[in-house]
């Protein structure tokens, strides 16, 4: 790994934090986990690569739905255990078909979380059933 | 807990990671673990509160500072396992001085992270020595 990332802070599991912003308009577009191995990936092609927890195993972003993110800049916080990459995001971040995850907002007193966001495409269309 | 919130993920240690956006300028500010007594403290008062692991206490941020956090909004992400709040940051965010914690960034090719933010106040006149 480059020396300037050798005081990175990984987790007991290998991983760190990625929050990953619009480039151009500043919007969150998600959070994911980066092992070195992802991040290295990351670097190297210049497109977000992390590390799924669930499915234990590397990944490239938009490999199935083609929304990759062409990485624009890689911020470390103060504590360096925690990453802030600028990306310029290909069709849409989230798998729902909102442009970012974060889609819903809590609202003092109503019901149930309200959709903010934007949908960009129909999941079914793009991942199949 | 809000109904509303219901569903939120919080991993095996209890938390869940807050990433904090600047509300007006949309900077990624930082980001911190919050647990279910945090996230309530947060939403009551309309200040963020977080859970310190190394220190296994609740926190006012701003409490020594008083570069307080005024909540906008609080967006979840599409799993419920993040939470993305919006604010408005009395000071600055980071302890060392720098309105976002994420004030360093790789450059391919340097030899040390590059500083890219601006310092606001020198951290020994606001946190004493």
Chains 1, 2 share one sequence.
């Not at 986990?33 to 234990?56: A, C, V, Y």
């Not at 078909?97 to 149930?112: I, L, P, T």
């Amino acid at each position: 790994m480059d020396v300037q990332l050798s005081n990175l802070k990984f987790d007991s599991g290998g991983l760190i934090p990625a929050i990953i912003q619009d480039a151009a308009g500043g919007q969150v577009l998600m959070m994911a986990w980066m092992n070195r191995d992802s991040l290295e990936k990351t670097i190297q092609s210049g497109k977000t690569h992390f590390f799924s927890r669930s499915r234990n195993k590397l990944w490239l972003k938009g490999e199935s739905s083609g929304h990759v993110q062409q990485v624009k800049s890689i911020a470390v916080d103060c504590d360096q255990d925690v990453l802030l990459i600028k990306v310029e995001q290909a069709g849409a971040a989230c798998h729902e078909g909102f442009y970012s995850c974060f889609f819903r907002e809590y609202e003092k007193g109503a019901g149930e979380l309200k959709v903010v966001g934007k949908k960009i495409f129909e999941p079914e269309k793009v991942y199949g059933k």
